[in-house]
């Protein structure tokens, strides 16, 4: 076994189930601290965070993650136990196998190597871990962010090792994500028995037009980083239960993901302005969770796509699909921010795994960027 796959199935015998961390962080400090690094701790509420740098000079290159896991779901359907790392036909089973404790021992195990080869290597490497990425990600990166604000830190390139990989190992690394905004809308009616049609009113007919007009809304047309801003509905709930009765409300729960060519005001605004036209009786509720961010091709997006088909041959798709990630917090304070690890297929299911030999791939691709870009 390589040591990037001991390291791995050490952080899987962890159950760090967000937020908590489970001493995952402790392991790799002390891998850190003997390396040199500086560490700083950062907990926020029941959060564990820690900021790690070797070296004072720029260019000051961070490896960004989190050692926090959703939960297991029924552990009867798992094959092997989720938090006893378990090797089959050549592929590692565990909760966080591919989201993200591989990437995070791949960290390590490339950082040491890459000290080891290059004593006089330029610039500054750095870490930034939170076990807050898989909750509310209230106390977490944005904590640590906040602290390196406040020293006046500055972040010249950024790998943040979520799964990207699509079909075949080193296939897509993400140049950015959009931006999230989701609300909760409740429509008011009247209740009342539903045979007097004169004396209620049905909240959901009355949205029905409302929903039309959104899902057929184009919000804008995206660009050549980013498709166009999609509106979906996730959740409605109405009714009584009884078959009888109009009910006098109806939830609707909606979410924006958006292109870099709209805004969260300019949504909100015209969402606003559809429900106004329609005179609903409405309250809304917001919540922003993410902006758009963006990393052009350049420096750190060639160092890492060139790295990645030097070690496997494979041509990257620069892409900004997916979910929201800690890097649009990370892109606040750090200009070129990039996603890249493992196969993304079985993140938070049943029996997620990797495959073994893309474990000590990706250590040898970190370990290739981090030379291109501070040697």
Request: aromatic share 6%.
């Amino acid at each position: 076994m390589t040591k990037t796959l001991n390291l791995t199935k050490e952080l899987i015998l962890k159950k760090s189930i967000t937020p908590v961390d489970d001493g995952c962080q402790d392991l790799l400090i002390s891998h850190l601290e003997s390396l040199g690094f500086t560490i700083d701790k950062l907990p926020s509420g029941e959060v564990t965070n820690f900021y790690a740098r070797k070296g004072n000079e720029a260019p000051l290159l961070v490896f960004a993650g989190h050692t926090d896991v959703v939960p297991p779901g029924p552990l009867k359907e798992w094959t092997s136990p989720p938090f006893e790392p378990t090797v089959k036909n050549n592929r590692l089973y565990g909760r966080g196998a591919a989201d993200m404790k591989t990437s995070l021992a791949a960290f390590i195990v490339s950082i040491e190597e890459f000290l080891t080869e290059n004593k006089d290597h330029k610039g500054s490497i750095g870490l930034l871990i939170t076990s807050d990425e898989e909750g509310i990600a209230t106390d977490g990166t944005v904590k640590i962010v906040e602290a390196l604000k406040n020293k006046k830190e500055k972040i010249d390139f950024c790998i943040v090792g979520e799964p990207t990989c699509v079909s075949k190992f080193g296939d897509t690394i993400k140049n950015g994500r959009r931006g999230s905004l989701s609300a909760k809308l409740k429509v008011k009616g009247i209740q009342g028995h539903i045979a007097y049609p004169e004396l209620i009113k049905n909240p959901i007919h009355t949205v029905a037009p409302v929903i039309d007009e959104l899902v057929n809304t184009i919000w804008d047309e995206g660009n050549e980083y980013f498709p166009k801003t999609s509106w979906q509905i996730s959740n409605i709930n109405g009714g009584t239960g009884a078959t009888n009765v109009v009910p006098g409300f109806v939830e609707i729960l909606f979410n924006f993901r958006y292109s870099s060519e709209s805004t969260s005001d300019i949504l909100m605004e015209n969402v606003e302005k559809i429900l106004g036209k329609h005179q609903l009786d409405y309250d809304i509720d917001w919540q922003h969770s993410g902006e758009p961010y963006l990393t052009e091709t350049g420096s750190l997006v060639n160092a890492l796509s060139d790295a990645v088909k030097e070690i496997t041959g494979n041509e990257p798709t620069i892409s900004t699909t997916g979910g929201t990630s800690d890097g649009r917090f990370i892109a606040k304070i750090c200009d070129q921010v990039v996603e890249f690890g493992p196969i993304n297929e079985s993140i938070h299911k049943i029996n997620e795994n990797v495959n073994i030999d893309d474990i000590e791939t990706l250590k040898n691709i970190y370990k290739l960027a981090i030379l291109k870009i501070l040697k």
